[in-house]
């Protein structure tokens, strides 16, 4: 179904009910006195908005910095994402309304300004997954931060002194040590660069994109270190510098790390602990499209494709151009 401008807020409304339980909405910009139209709708849902929140979008009134304050008082959740352009609403991860429409006066049609087109649709789960990849790089707002935030602009908004690079890294930028933890087989990746395997939110996928201080699912290259020089992948690609197969199967990678005094006692030194750290999330299946992914005129990986959806020992190797 397409919407206008005029057509948006009313069609919220109607749609959320009392059996609606979760909320939400992404917009660039965002205003208190849309949010407060959506008040009453939105009572008792639990919500999460994403906004970009760039200075100069709160400097120059594009968005509100008292958002956050009416988040709280409601109990909703705020996140920032300063590269989120999107425009959405999305209703019990099953109903969403995407299009051109800020969740402003203007983008709504309150003000008569804005000419705006929304589509409505129905989406299944994975096309879910794939609306929300890049949300798991949102930051949430506390206290902490909106108060920060709100002494930066008072403190800097009257000179026009500040600087992008300056406000991220005051505000929002926690300062993450560099990744250097002893190694251990959880440290795989849980899920592979090139498909919809990535879930959403997922504590494991959530806690190798912070590990690896991967921000956008566009630019991989900050954890191609880990992928080519992590004990599993050196065992790999010493198997093939010595020449003896083209193709490292899945097997064969379990002989190399029990033959290693150091990476087999990691599961203390049984076979069976081993196919299971392997196997949890198909990390080592995993590990194998990400060599891939990073050498494509190197490698390339193989799988039955019965075993698509389940690769294990057998099923599937890394093989050599």
């Given at each position: 179904?397409?919407?206008?401008?005029?057509?948006?807020?009313?069609?919220?409304?109607?749609?959320?009910?009392?059996?609606?339980?979760?909320?939400?909405?992404?917009?660039a910009y965002i205003k208190t006195s849309l949010l407060k139209k959506l008040e009453s709708v939105l009572d008792q849902k639990d919500v999460s908005i994403y906004v970009r929140w760039e200075i100069s979008d709160l400097i120059n009134g594009a968005s509100d910095l008292e958002v956050y304050e009416?988040?709280?008082?409601?109990?909703?959740?705020?996140?920032?994402?300063?590269?989120?352009?999107?425009?959405?609403?999305?209703?019990?991860?099953?109903?969403?309304?995407?299009?051109?429409?800020?969740?402003?006066?203007?983008?709504?049609?309150?003000?008569?300004?804005?000419?705006?087109?929304?589509?409505?649709?129905?989406?299944?789960?994975?096309?879910?997954?794939?609306?929300?990849?890049?949300?798991?790089?949102s930051k949430e707002i506390n206290d902490i931060i909106f108060n920060k935030l709100k002494s930066f602009i008072e403190d800097k908004a009257p000179t026009n002194q500040y600087e992008h690079f300056e406000f991220d890294e005051i505000i929002f930028e926690e300062g993450q040590e560099e990744y250097?933890?002893?190694?251990?087989?959880?440290?795989?990746?849980?899920?592979?660069?090139?498909?919809?395997?990535?879930?959403?939110?997922?504590?494991?996928?959530?806690?190798?994109?912070?590990?690896?201080?991967?921000?956008?699912?566009?630019?991989?290259?900050?954890?191609?270190?880990?992928?080519?020089?992590?004990?599993?992948?050196?065992?790999?690609?010493?198997?093939?510098?010595?020449?003896?197969?083209?193709?490292?199967?899945?097997?064969?990678?379990?002989?190399?790390?029990?033959?290693?005094?150091?990476?087999?006692?990691?599961?203390?030194?049984?076979?069976?602990?081993?196919?299971?750290?392997?196997?949890?999330?198909?990390?080592?299946?995993?590990?194998?499209?990400?060599?891939?992914?990073?050498?494509?005129?190197?490698?390339?990986?193989?799988?039955?494709?019965?075993?698509?959806?389940?690769?294990?020992?057998?099923?599937?190797?890394?093989?050599?151009?």
């Amino acid at each position: 179904m397409l919407l206008d401008q005029n057509e948006l807020i009313p069609k919220i409304k109607d749609i959320i009910d009392e059996n609606t339980k979760e909320v939400l909405i992404s917009s660039a910009y965002i205003k208190t006195s849309l949010l407060k139209k959506l008040e009453s709708v939105l009572d008792q849902k639990d919500v999460s908005i994403y906004v970009r929140w760039e200075i100069s979008d709160l400097i120059n009134g594009a968005s509100d910095l008292e958002v956050y304050e009416l988040c709280k008082v409601n109990g909703w959740k705020l996140f920032r994402h300063n590269q989120l352009h999107a425009k959405f609403i999305l209703i019990d991860n099953a109903v969403v309304i995407l299009g051109s429409s800020n969740y402003t006066l203007s983008g709504t049609g309150q003000n008569k300004r804005n000419i705006e087109r929304n589509y409505l649709a129905n989406l299944d789960d994975q096309q879910v997954n794939h609306l929300l990849k890049d949300y798991s790089f949102s930051k949430e707002i506390n206290d902490i931060i909106f108060n920060k935030l709100k002494s930066f602009i008072e403190d800097k908004a009257p000179t026009n002194q500040y600087e992008h690079f300056e406000f991220d890294e005051i505000i929002f930028e926690e300062g993450q040590e560099e990744y250097s933890v002893p190694f251990t087989f959880d440290q795989l990746p849980p899920f592979r660069p090139h498909d919809n395997s990535f879930i959403p939110f997922n504590h494991d996928h959530l806690s190798f994109m912070k590990d690896h201080n991967i921000r956008s699912h566009y630019d991989y290259e900050v954890v191609k270190d880990f992928i080519e020089k992590n004990p599993i992948s050196t065992l790999i690609f010493e198997f093939f510098t010595k020449g003896n197969s083209e193709r490292c199967q899945w097997g064969k990678v379990e002989r190399l790390i029990m033959e290693n005094k150091m990476l087999f006692s990691l599961v203390d030194n049984e076979r069976k602990q081993l196919k299971t750290a392997l196997g949890n999330n198909h990390r080592l299946f995993n590990l194998f499209c990400w060599l891939e992914y990073f050498n494509k005129d190197k490698y390339r990986v193989w799988n039955r494709e019965e075993y698509l959806n389940d690769p294990r020992e057998g099923t599937c190797s890394l093989n050599r151009l």
